[in-house]
């Protein structure tokens, strides 16, 4: 199958709602039935404030996460339009890929 692979940069204490960021975004690439995610921690980058991000001791809120997924035109098009009208403000990253399964479940 053609698609996308998308990924999304966050961190742990970014919220939508009263939702960690991460996990509301899973959970709506779910409820599109887009085929998997896997939120991937990081332990340490910087985004576009340039400001390095890690995760302290004393404060995990302020890890890199990393949201990772593949979804056909059709469903990246639909995901786009929600994090629109949700009003999301998340980097990403998406390119062009080939996916499918292969052997038996």
Do not use: C
């Not at 975004?25 to 910087?46: H, K, P």
């Not at 949700?86 to 998406?94: F, L, Q, S, T, V």
């Amino acid at each position: 199958m053609k698609g996308f692979e998308i990924t999304f940069f966050t961190r742990l204490d970014k919220k939508h709602g009263s939702q960690m960021l991460s996990e509301w975004l899973m959970r709506a690439a779910r409820d599109l039935n887009i085929g998997g995610v896997t939120i991937l921690a990081a332990s340490e980058g910087f985004g576009r404030d340039k400001k390095i991000h890690a995760a302290h001791f004393f404060e995990l809120g302020d890890q890199p996460q990393e949201i990772v997924m593949t979804a056909s035109e059709v469903e990246t098009e639909r995901l786009f339009s929600l994090l629109k009208a949700e009003h999301i403000n998340i980097a990403y990253i998406k390119v062009p890929v080939e996916f499918g399964v292969l052997g038996e479940d």
